[in-house]
């Protein structure tokens, strides 16, 4: 038995010379670890950048706990985003903090769903999306039910909760033209990251985050 999953990539891991696991969030399994065999030769590792929508068939584990994927294939082509090193390395910072934060075999309802949208959204935006990873965040929180107000993030960014409010407050497309320097941008994702970090029991460390400092300085 095998069904057909749409799956977006979170990251791999190398296992051997021809072999991965690639951690995946789909509707049906939530994160999971998926065993790929034959990478490198019968699957392009291009199929697997971070945060790739693809549609692929999953089957069961017949003697071990892992489950295996094969027959995969792009959903999207997401051209607007492989072409642009910019939000190449907005998609290596959310895919990390996806996969960071949620445990193995955590299912939000809606949650694919979500991830699917904001991926398809960086796709389609030409220009003004500096701040897409601060929103990125703020939504993750009500995600994973967090869903704090303004306030509930003073402890965690400071001085700058007076931007954040109106940050908050602001459509999605008026929130991408709200001026930031690159400081300030950057000490507002590693407030919000602490705030997830706390409500969320787990040491995010997101190393992409250093890559984001230096290009949206």
Request: net charge neutral; proline share 4%.
């Amino acid at each position: 038995m095998h069904s057909n999953t749409d799956l977006i990539i979170l990251h791999v891991t190398k296992c051997g010379e021809s072999s991965a696991v690639v951690h995946t969030l789909s509707r049906e399994y939530g994160r999971r670890g998926l065993l790929v065999r034959g990478m490198g030769k019968k699957t392009s590792m291009a199929r697997f950048l971070p945060l790739n929508i693809v549609e692929a068939s999953v089957m069961p584990p017949k003697y071990s706990k892992m489950y295996t994927v094969k027959d995969v294939v792009p959903k999207y082509a997401l051209n607007g985003i492989r072409g642009n090193v910019f939000k190449n390395s907005m998609t290596m910072f959310m895919s990390e903090v996806l996969f960071r934060v949620l445990k193995e075999g955590s299912a939000g309802e809606g949650l694919y769903e979500w991830c699917e949208k904001n991926i398809l959204l960086l796709d389609a935006i030409d220009t003004d999306f500096s701040n897409f990873h601060i929103r990125f965040l703020l939504e993750f929180a009500v995600a994973l039910g967090f869903s704090p107000e303004a306030g509930d993030l003073v402890p965690f960014v400071g001085e700058h909760y007076p931007l954040v409010e109106r940050f908050m407050k602001e459509s999605f497309a008026e929130s991408m033209l709200m001026p930031m320097s690159g400081q300030v941008r950057n000490e507002i994702a590693e407030g919000i990251l602490r705030y997830i970090e706390f409500h969320s029991e787990t040491a995010v460390n997101v190393n992409s985050l250093k890559v984001l400092r230096e290009l949206f300085a």
